[in-house]
């Protein structure tokens, strides 16, 4: 079995732990710590599904199998590659899934997704659990009917069974095990090793001047840290919520469309009726999970962690570089009637522009080297 | 230099100990005054001085007219330690009590003596930095303060801060809302624990559109001089959301 | 099946027991099954608004009374009207902050599906009474549609005292009637004069007025003249005759050093008392704001500029308060908003906070003391 060095094992979780001991003798069980630096805090792991080494070696598995889509040509790999910082290495703006279908959101970073408070653009998975599945019956990304045609599908594959056997204590293939075991490899997808980490730690060499300016803009003129802070126990430069920054609002009348929701809530009648296009809907964000009128058209903060890796940019993929990004906020984003109260024009002259994009490259972890590597072995 | 100032300050009261205690033991070295006072108790009464230290080595009660050999009784004892524990508050000062036989008390200290001292009553011998200020200080301490305050008041309500009109005031009117008493304590604007200071910027910043002040910038100190004398009584609950 | 003292937990058991195919829903939108996510999740919204479960300011699913009573019922509706008020504006030009809010506000009047018969403006157009801030104000509220009736605030009258407003928009105090309900409007923010012995010029005495918490200003009232005025256009209104008046200050007494405040509220009350329905709308307060004093209703209007924090006391317990408001973002606890007027001649109040939940108290709720409030959230938020 392949220990990559990287994990700690550790036998002191209390019952959790002694259930599965109890459970399977093989060394697989024990559950893994998940390793992160001094004075972070972990990844929240639900009660129910503790991270063992069996369980991150299937979700590998899984998480590369192509088979495991209507045409066999889709993985989770396919768009959130880890040669490419885990995002679509195809470059688009969205990302193409099963037939070529193209979706309406950009693909974002598995790489320490672990640390949000909840995936998707409009938040709607609490957990990696959550999300791991949605996209496997989605018909423009993995393409199957429904859970059962996805477990059908695994069945028919015979390396499955143990391994899920030694996961799970049973060969029982269920749709709700296939999301926690890539949960469980997902959380050890983990690097918080960047530039920016170790100048904020007191080496003053680690990043350059002109990223040291960007620092001191991104905590004060061009206000990044409101909803891009970066908190010493949390550094994921994300404040996990939603606000509306008005990315797609120019590809369709949102101000209309986005009324004409809120009227509907209001009113209480049913949004059905409004007859929305996908696109349209799909802008209204957050909205669409709470339906609570302060979240039309919000989308989830993204985690900054490798973002000069992670192009092309918003939910929409609607930036393509960096220097587009800050050419948005400093444009104040785009007006429309749910615009966040927070964005207003920056100012910014081209140094500072060029200052913000030296600082956010060094966001970039050292050892992105290591992930690429996961590809191979996981293919054995 | 201290060590100086100090052995003449034990100099200066030696020598005022020496003075008042000259004629304490027996009777052959004893002034005339000691002598008439002697005689108003009882000439043939044969009677010695006791010293008593206080704890930290610098002050000093005697105590006239104790019988050799005996214990101080308990009425006088109890005054002497009432004495210490009032000179006390004179922190860093060498002073001597002597209480007479008629329990009158006599204090010295840098190098003046001071007569029918008073438990509890005041001693103004005393430099500013230590015991307790005089009235003139605490009323120049509070127009100073006063001053700051009416500052910081002046540039909560203004609009010269920002850069857009709005003022402290109009979030904010008599300072409710600001909790300073919560601070420090993890500021969600600012993703870090922070100071009622660094807020002050930060509301400087956003709201108010303008620059930030320096942390040690006399408007920074008068604002939140204004803001804490508006908050006076509340309980401190630093960490407080 | 639902009452008002529910917890969170208890109405969610309450709806799981409604049917089964509801709890198949509810079960399918837990596991989000990404292919059918908008669908099931547009029929539970669906579900949950015709089981007049809305979430109400996001703390808890509250019951909103129930449709089908006689007053307030959402049948009842006579017409609407809606607000635009605390304007507050300095003469820097659209890009202002305040200037921008304002407009945001027209734009959401605007796009009221239907128009509201009227819009009422609350008060507080300019910062600080110069004749550019109301002329630019002036020039904001011309792009509403629907017709607007004029109220001045202290804000608007204190430069000049009142001449600039009431050369632009006619007297500070009238009356008109509208659809069977007889609308006053006033200026209570009629203040003693405090300037004359003082000796201050205009501008000092504008800035003075202009400081909620400056106490070198007098307290607000109606003042003698106006009352009798009222006195004399109520005497040809019939008691049964719905009465709604629009004032500035609060006509009653909440919080005396910020001027939420009216010093002669008791006589005007009492001018008020005759009448079986009366309605108070006021701006000023800047907050989400409710009172019932014996006939008489009161609703606070918001403003667009910014929002007042609750007083330390005085606070009318059938008020629902807003949470402290985000100072990061110009729009929280700020807003505009409408108000349904009933057969009856009570009004449905409509806040539209933006950036927040939009919140509704009826007069219903009001006249039954059974205004939901926010889950646990008590007393001023500093």
Redesign the interface.
Known sequence: MPAFGYFEWSGRRGLAALAVLALSLCAAAQILELRVPPGVLPPEVPADNPPTEAKVALGRKLYFDTRISKDGSVACATCHAPSHAFVDPRGKPTSAGVGGALGTRNAPTVLNAAFLASQFWDGRAPTLEAQAVQPLVNPIEHGFADPAAVVAKLRTLGDYPPLFKAAFGSPEIRMERVGQAIASFERTLLSLDAPIDRFLAGATNAISESAKRGWGLFNSKARCNSCHGRIDVAPLFTDDQFHNIGVGVKKLDFAAVSRKAAAAVGSGASIDRLALTNAEASELGRFLVTREQKDLGAFKTPQLRNVAQTAPYMHDGSEATLADVIAFYDRGGNDNPYLDGGIRPLGLTDQEKADLVALLETFTSSDLARFAELEKSASK | MKSMLLSGALLAGAIALGVLTAGGSGGSAASDAERARRAQVGAQDEWESRSVWACDRRKLVVVEGVRPGEKIPPERAQLVADVLMDLMRFCNEEITARISVDQVITVAANGRVFENYVVGGPLPIVNASFGEPTAREQAIWKAELDKVVAEGDRLF?SDELGS???AC??????A????PESYPKFQ?????VALLRDMVNW?I???L?GK?LAVDDPRIEALEAYILSQRKGKALEAGKH | MYRNDMTRKEIERAFAERSREDERLIQSLRNCDRRHFLRTSLKFAGMAAAANLVPFQSFQLVNVANAATSEGGAGDVAFRFAYVSDTHLYARGMTHRFARAAAKAVEDVNALDPQPDFVLFGGDLAQLGRAEELALGQQILKDLKAPVHMMVGEHDWYFDMGEKWKEMFGPDHYSFDHKGVHFVVLNSVVEKDFWTTNGYTPEQRMNIVAGLDDGRQSRFEVGEPQREWLKQDLAKVDKKTPVCVFSHSPLYKYYKPWNFWTDDAEQVQAILKPFQTVTVIHGHTHQLLTNKIGNIQFHGMLSTAWPWPYAPEGLPAYTVQMLRSDPFNQFDGCGDGRFDALSKGRVNTFYNLWTRNPVEITAQQLATNTIPGPGGYKGPSY
Do not use: D, F, W
């Open positions: 309500h857009n009109g709005v005031a109009m979030c904010h009117p008599n409710s809302n600001t909790h969600t604007q600012l993703k870090k509301c910043q956003n709201p559109e930030a």
